[in-house]
Each structure stands twice: as structure tokens, then as C-alpha cells.
């Protein structure tokens, strides 16, 4: 399976790193499977940082793999993904037992909505019932070093 990373530079050496910010499924690295998803995120990191030239560092993993580690797996915004998003999001330094978590991405189109949910103005039927219209990409969080272990550095690609 081939997986992306979106960024301002070249990562052939991915790291699990703790940021400032709660992330959707929490500390971790992150890849997506489509690419164009990755290419947009490369070209918002460069716009944000002002750094760089936005870049995709692209991976190999052996479907094989998934078999020797840990896997949390969300296949839709469902309640399930609602709550595991909710709370990294208000707890940035939440830690869990999985090796990988795989999901849909709260991206800018979804956070309002999980704001609302989060700030108790919406019912989670209610945030589910408006999540599961849009489109959303997956993202694939690996939170240990043994999942990192499982990828294999190929290239980087330049995107303007």
C-alpha cells in the first residue's frame, strides 16, 4: 500500500512527534492514502509557515503488516469516531494502546460541526447527521515506533 505525507519538507525519516495543537486521533505521524490530500496539506503547512517548499514524501507498507500490529479503524464518521476524535482534540496528550489509527479527517469543513458537539450546542446524533454528507479523506495515524518501522521511505515530490 502505498501512503502520503504532506508537508513543507522532505520527512524520509518520519517520527511520532507531540504537537501544540490536539490532533484528530492524537500524537502520531500522519499519512493518507490519497494523495491530492497530501498535496493539499503540504501546500497549507508551506502557506502557514511561510517555510519550504511544499512537499510529498510518499511510503510503502506491506498489506501484511497490518496483521502484526494494533489497528484502530474508523470506516465513517459514526459515533464511535465522534467521541475517539472528541476527546484528542480536548486532550492533545491522550495516549492509547494502538499502533495505528485509521479514519476519516476532521478537516475545515467538519470542525464546526465537531465544535458545536464539543461545546454541547448539538446532540452527537445530531453532529453524526451532519458529518456523514461530506466527502472526507482517510488518515492514517501511526502512534508507535514499531508502526513506523513498518513503512518504507520512497521518494519526495516537490508541488507548487
Not at 479503524?73 to 491522550?94: G, I, M, Q
Request: glycine share 4%; charged share 30%; proline share 4%.
Amino acid at each position: 500500500m502505498r501512503l502520503y505525507h504532506g508537508s513543507n519538507v522532505s520527512v524520509p525519516h518520519p517520527r511520532i512527534l507531540s504537537d501544540r495543537r490536539a490532533m484528530d486521533f492524537g500524537s502520531g505521524f500522519y499519512l493518507t492514502s490519497d494523495r491530492s490530500q497530501a498535496i493539499k496539506w503540504a501546500q497549507i503547512k508551506t502557506r502557514r509557515t511561510g517555510i519550504g517548499k511544499a512537499m510529498v514524501s510518499v511510503f510503502q507498507m506491506d498489506d501484511k503488516a497490518f496483521n502484526k500490529l494494533s489497528i484502530l479503524s474508523f470506516l465513517e464518521p459514526d459515533k464511535e469516531w465522534l467521541a475517539y476524535v472528541s476527546t484528542n482534540r480536548r486532550d492533545k496528550y491522550r495516549t492509547d494502546d494502538f499502533d495505528i489509527v485509521i479514519g476519516p479527517v476532521a478537516n475545515d469543513r467538519t470542525m464546526p460541526t465537531i465544535n458545536l458537539y464539543l461545546r454541547g450546542y448539538i446532540t452527537e446524533d445530531m453532529a453524526i447527521e451532519l458529518l456523514l454528507p461530506q466527502k472526507l479523506k482517510d488518515q492514517y495515524c501511526f502512534k508507535t515506533e514499531k508502526s513506523l518501522s513498518f513503512i518504507k521511505f520512497e521518494e519526495a515530490v516537490t508541488y507548487d
